[in-house]
């Protein structure tokens, strides 16, 4: 074993060591005797952030292990230069290299293979995410990184469970730490076993909108980048680009499940699920980027394929006809000799050879045409030096690479993130697995978002291309079945006029509604199909309207346009929240291209399912000064910062101060302040006059209570007998506190009011 490289530790000081007081002083093993499947044993650790699944199904030599990694005693995160390492209840926060701070981690924690014959007893499980390339080349950043993810994220297991598919047998195993207890292996043993005893708790299931699929490429559009690509390759730039297209849809449940069913309708080598916390990565890939055992390296590039036909003399001839394709022999070559290159800039000199080209594997759903490179890792490098010299995978960025990732910054319209890029271990005992992230998703804020792509040379047929793509995303797209599962999100837009989707709705980019917020709306609350208070609020409407646009305001039929769009949406019944939206335009005079919209959504009251019925309060310690106030403008930042800021600060809504230093309003609701059987309104310039509170008052009123107005400041708010705040869509809500201080308790007179007027 080579020792952590003297010229790493010259130009990289070792700043984890300094702060981490611990090393790996052996390994615990122990059998295990599995009593249901492997699959079945993950899914009860599933849902805890830092669980790895590695699954391997076929039939292939690299389909060999099941692993799963439980309870990270330390985690690492990086996106950028701004790394972070949890351990220990403690944090790491460096600003360095990734691939920098993963060979620290690594060397750090280095042991002796204590077992050889198991593939992981200690290290790091996680990904990489395509995007670490910009650590390894200067390459333009031209795509829109819309998911904020990590680029590098890895967790070091507490216990890890591995079942050699081969010989039948499963071991449990959990490094010793010098920090720990002598006990705490064998507690976390029975931690472990003490789960299995237990009843296999129900599935979750998972749900997925296939209505709701879109994609950042158009038939046309996609066709068009591969045009552009066959130019590049025709100019001498490239031979080869690896293209893809990015879909998005709706997903609600259990990622685990989703990956369980995928993993039930077509193993493959390399499954892999990362539950990352705030994200999950779900991974069908049927190819292994680089292997690592000791010395000897091994990366099974896959170029070509074909769907599995559906009769048995179709299948034949799809299966022919890509062993006999010219395009894929010469481009799977190409692929070989790029990534023969990329392994000798670590490998021995001679040691690099391709064992096997051009192997026909077979799956559920496609062949593929694979090859075997091997090689020996020369003495003084390691595992980090290894992916750095070949990542990303030259199968799915192109020939040659830098070239091929610049063309792809250029065309590709959002960051990959972990698509193509690498899911797997690596341990601390020269051993590493690393799949091409490809057949993968990624699974956050209640959707799936995943690509497929394929390779561009310059006899490729742009619509060929194309139906590859979804041939191979038909398995990721395929469990969620051809039933509907629920009503779609993409939601329809009644916009100048007509019915449209939401990604029709399209607002030019000169638009001044876009570029200066000169433009309004309209909330209303709608119960089961009948609009709440319509009139009043149009006439706030047309106020806006004349005050902004200085024109006459529409002359539509309100009352026929919203239930059409209720309709379209499929809600017809429950509470809805709509919304009419007008913008500026760029024009003054007719005619006018201002935009006028309604929209809709499912609205579910803010304090249901609250245990505190009411609003806790905090003041915006910014007043707002605009004569705007007094429209519900486009120009919402300072509303929407100020509710923010609320909530990062312990509340729930944002007290708003008037110029003057008085209070009306929170950033959603007018503010009724009560006393007795006396009501105030407190008043300043500019305020929103609220259509519900002016609803609520009436109300009041016939409660016998006494409506006046006057300036309110924020102390007098502790004085009063009750704080309501009002909006159109909760109606009256009471508030609990202001800046952590309570308020007077609030009667029931809310309840009363809301049954009354909601």
């Known amino acids: 074993m080579c020792d952590i ?6 130009q990289y000081p070792m700043k984890i060591i300094q702060q981490i007081d611990c090393n790996i002083t052996g390994i615990h093993s122990q059998p295990l005797e599995l009593q249901e499947p492997f699959i079945d044993m993950a899914s009860r650790f599933a849902d805890q952030p830092g669980t790895v699944v590695l699954m ?51 060397n750090v924690f280095q042991i002796e293979n204590r077992e050889q014959l198991l593939p992981l007893s200690a290290g790091l499980m996680g990904y990489l995410a395509y995007d670490l390339k910009d650590s390894l080349e200067t390459l333009p950043r031209t795509t829109v990184d819309d998911l904020g993810l990590p680029d590098i994220c890895f967790y070091a297991p507490s216990l890890i469970v591995t079942h050699d598919r081969v010989l039948g047998t499963t071991k449990l195993q959990a490094p010793r730490l010098s920090s720990g207890n002598g006990s705490r292996c064998r507690q976390l043993a029975e931690r472990f076993l003490s789960q299995l005893n237990r009843p296999m708790p129900a599935g979750t299931d998972f749900t997925g909108n296939r209505d709701s ?23 001498g730039d490239v031979y080869q680009v690896s293209m893809s297209q990015r879909f998005e849809a709706n997903f609600e449940g259990s990622g685990f499940d989703f990956f369980r ?28 980027f680089l292997s690592r055992a000791g010395t000897r390296i091994t990366t099974r590039p896959i170029k070509g394929t074909r769907p599995r036909g559906r009769t048995e003399a179709e299948d034949l001839a799809m299966r022919r006809e890509l062993e006999q394709s010219v395009k894929d022999d010469a481009e799977l070559s190409m692929i070989v000799d790029l990534l023969r290159n990329d392994m000798g800039k670590v490998c021995k000199g001679g040691s690099v050879t391709v064992t096997a080209h051009k192997r026909l594997e077979a799956y559920q759903n496609v062949y593929h045409l694979v090859s075997d490179v091997v090689g020996e890792l020369d003495c003084g490098k390691d595992s980090v030096d290894l992916i750095k010299a070949t990542f990303p995978g030259g199968s799915i960025t192109g020939c040659p690479k830098i070239r091929a990732m610049e063309i792809i910054e250029t065309l590709e319209p959002k960051r990959r993130h972990i698509y193509t890029g690498s899911i797997g271990y690596i341990s ?24 497929v792509g394929g390779g561009i040379v310059f006899d490729s047929d742009p619509a060929d291309e194309f139906d590859e793509t979804l041939h191979k995303g038909k398995t990721l797209m395929d469990v969620f079945g051809n039933e509907e599962t629920g009503r779609s999100s993409l939601l329809k837009v009644w916009l100048d006029g007509k019915l449209v ?23 209303i609350r709608v119960d089961d199909g009948r609009i709440g208070y319509l009139s009043e609020h149009l006439e706030r409407f047309n106020r806006a309207w004349s005050t902004l646009f200085n024109t006459p305001a529409p002359d539509v039929h309100w009352g026929e346009i919203i239930p059409q769009t209720l309709a379209a949406n499929g809600l017809e019944k429950g509470t809805v929240a709509v919304k009419i939206l007008a913008t500026g335009g760029r024009r003054d005079q007719a005619p006018y291209d201002r935009k006028l919209m309604v929209f809709a959504r499912p609205y579910i009251h803010r304090l249901e399912g609250k245990k505190e019925q009411g609003q806790r309060l905090m003041t915006y310690p910014e007043p707002r000064q605009t004569p705007l106030a007094g429209h519900k403008t486009l120009n919402y930042l300072y509303y929407f910062l100020a509710g923010r800021w609320a909530r990062e600060s312990g509340g729930d809504e944002a007290v708003i101060l008037n110029p003057d230093g008085t209070v009306s309003e929170t950033n959603t609701a007018n503010i009724l302040v009560m006393r007795g059987k006396k009501v105030l309104k407190p008043i300043s310039p500019h305020v929103l006059p609220g259509v519900m509170a002016k609803v609520v008052c009436k109300c009041l009123q016939r409660k016998g209570y006494q409506i006046c107005e006057g300036k309110t400041q924020p102390e007098d708010l502790f004085s009063a007998d009750g704080i309501l705040l009002t909006n159109s869509l909760m109606g009256a809500v009471p508030a609990l506190s202001l800046n952590g201080k309570k308020l007077q308790p609030p009667s029931g007179i809310w309840r009363e009011i809301n049954r009354e007027v909601l």
């Not at 039930?264 to 990565?281: E, K, S, T």
């Open 261 to 288: 069913a995928l993993f039930l309708r077509n193993p493959a080598p390399f499954f892999a699920y990362v539950n990352a916390g705030d994200h999950q990565i779900v991974s069908t890939s049927p190819e292994r």
């Open 501 to 523: 989707s939401e990604e029709n709705a399209a607002v030019n980019v000169f638009d001044r509604g876009l570029q200066y917020g000169y433009g309004f709306f309209e909330t």
């Open 428 to 451: 601390f005992h020269n051993t590493l697995d690393l799949s091409i992230a490809i057949r993968t998703a990624t699974l956050l804020n209640s959707k799936i978002v995943f690509s």
């Open 213 to 235: 699929l879109k994609s950042g490429f158009g038939r046309s559009d996609y066709m068009a980048a591969i045009d552009a690509i066959k130019e590049y390759i025709a100019a």
């Open 5 to 10: 490289p003297g010229e790493f530790r010259r």
């Open 56 to 106: 391997s199904g076929g039939d292939l030599d690299c389909a060999r292990y099941h692993m799963l990694g439980l309870w990270p005693w330390l985690s690492f995160k990086g996106k950028n230069r701004d790394m972070r390492i949890s351990a220990f209840d403690g944090e790491i926060r460096l600003e360095q290299d990734p691939f920098d701070t993963l060979r620290e981690i690594i």
